[in-house]
């Protein structure tokens, strides 16, 4: 789940989510909700 979004002074978005240890998770980013892209990859879980 989601927790915020916040956007940092630098123009960059933070995201903040409920994650689990020993997991890797993937955020992807949409205009349109059709068309989908890989903003990153391979984000540990950190509880």
Do not use: E, H, K
């Amino acid at each position: 789940m989601i927790r915020s979004v916040s956007r940092l002074r630098d123009g960059r978005y933070q995201v903040t989510f409920d994650a689990s240890t020993n997991r890797m998770y993937p955020v992807d980013a949409s205009t349109d909700l059709i068309s989908w892209r890989a903003v990153q990859d391979s984000i540990p879980g950190t509880s």
